[in-house]
């Protein structure tokens, strides 16, 4: 069975920090690797995808992630954190399998102060 | 291109009354799915629908709930009687085959159910 865990359930940084937010998994199969976002009102928004190939994944709004499979990782990175940044992160796998249901991690809530 | 609608917004019942949530997945997307999170659990899957057939409903979590998914456009999620426990955020998303193998799923607002 899948599982992911987010270490910490609020992060705060302030505004030019590094954010880092964490998320590890287990899986039998090779899995693949999500993070999404929600800002206040909206919907879950993709922020960047590992399937196959190059470990480390760039996404929107200068978000990086690298899939350290020796780690079962899939930590969330950005150097320099913005105003706009402040949401709630999600982290998700699932088999690689076409069609196959997310399987996602409790959350983790971004506050960052000026 | 319209995203994933929800409708409603938000609803709040009585417990023992009737719900029925809206889906519109993006135009062409035969792949819907429903998740659900309740308060301050994780966001955990329902079922999967392509096209009008239920592809897998194992996350479903009692007979109380029905999706239907006639004619393969939107769905609908109801739930009969209501319980004080059905209370949370019900997301719907939506996926074209054609993204395989990158299975990017693509997520409404979500209705935000209360029952009292």
């Known amino acids: 069975a899948q599982s992911v865990t987010q270490l910490g359930s609020h992060v705060s940084v302030s505004e030019g920090a590094l954010v880092l937010l964490r998320c590890n998994y287990s899986?039998?199969?090779?899995?693949?690797l999500f993070w999404y976002v929600q800002y206040p009102n909206q919907g879950l928004q993709l922020l960047l995808k590992?399937?196959?190939?190059?470990?480390l994944v760039k996404g929107i709004n200068g978000f990086e992630a690298e899939f350290k499979k020796s780690e079962t990782s899939f930590h969330l990175t950005k150097p320099s954190a913005h105003m706009s940044d402040a949401a709630e992160y999600f982290c998700?796998?699932?088999?690689?399998?076409?069609?196959?249901?997310?399987?996602f991690g409790k959350g983790t809530t971004l506050s960052v102060s000026s | 291109e319209a995203g994933v609608t929800q409708f409603p917004s938000h609803s709040v019942i009585e417990k023992g009354q009737t719900v029925t949530l809206r889906c519109d997945p993006i135009?062409?997307?035969?792949?819907l799915y429903w998740y659900r999170r309740v308060m301050g659990k994780e966001i955990k899957f329902l079922l999967h629908?392509?096209?009008?057939?239920?592809?897998?409903e194992s996350g479903m979590p009692n007979n109380r709930f029905l999706a239907e998914r006639t004619g393969g456009t939107y769905s609908t999620l109801k739930v009969q009687p209501a319980e004080l426990e059905d209370s949370g955020v019900y997301f719907c998303?939506?996926?074209?085959?054609?993204?395989?193998?990158?299975?990017?799923?693509?997520f409404g607002p979500g209705t935000r159910l209360t029952v009292l």
């Open positions: 998303a939506s996926r074209s085959l054609e993204q395989v193998p990158y299975n990017e799923q693509f």
């Open positions: 899986s039998s199969v090779p899995p693949y």
């Open positions: 590992y399937t196959t190939g190059a470990t």
């Open positions: 998700a796998v699932t088999p690689n399998q076409a069609g196959t249901a997310l399987i």
């Open positions: 135009s062409g997307h035969d792949n």
């Open positions: 629908f392509v096209k009008e057939s239920k592809q897998d």
